[in-house]
């Protein structure tokens, strides 16, 4: 099963399995991944489950759609390699994906 990774702001790290198909949101709420809440449910219309996804997987996900690009706008700090974690569908290839919980969400 693909694994991902969750770095909180004070580098306190958390390896969990996550599903394929399973989001990253998913996952964490699940499991109670501090900073990641996912108040609306995986529709893209909060953004409580805002991460920012480590630079050598940033590539290797699908491309932000619009209504995932309004959503990062009012996201807590937004960076270039904002995601939200409920858009992103876990998949074998991205077994091992790092994604970092922004310090003022956590």
Do not use: F
């Not at 996952?27 to 900073?35: E, P």
């Not at 630079?55 to 290797?60: I, T």
């Not at 700090?77 to 091992?96: N, T, V, Y």
């Amino acid at each position: 099963m693909p694994k991902v990774t969750y770095v909180q702001p004070d580098g306190a790290e958390q390896t969990l399995d996550a599903p394929v198909g399973q989001s990253i949101m998913e996952t964490a709420t699940r499991n109670m991944v501090n900073g990641i809440i996912g108040e609306c449910g995986g529709c893209c219309s909060c953004a409580t489950c805002h991460v920012y996804v480590d630079e050598a997987w940033y590539g290797k996900l699908e491309p932000k759609d619009q209504m995932e690009e309004a959503m990062l706008e009012g996201a807590v700090e937004p960076a270039p390699r904002s995601r939200l974690s409920c858009q992103i569908k876990m998949s074998d290839a991205l077994d091992g994906i790092v994604v970092r919980i922004p310090a003022g969400q956590a």
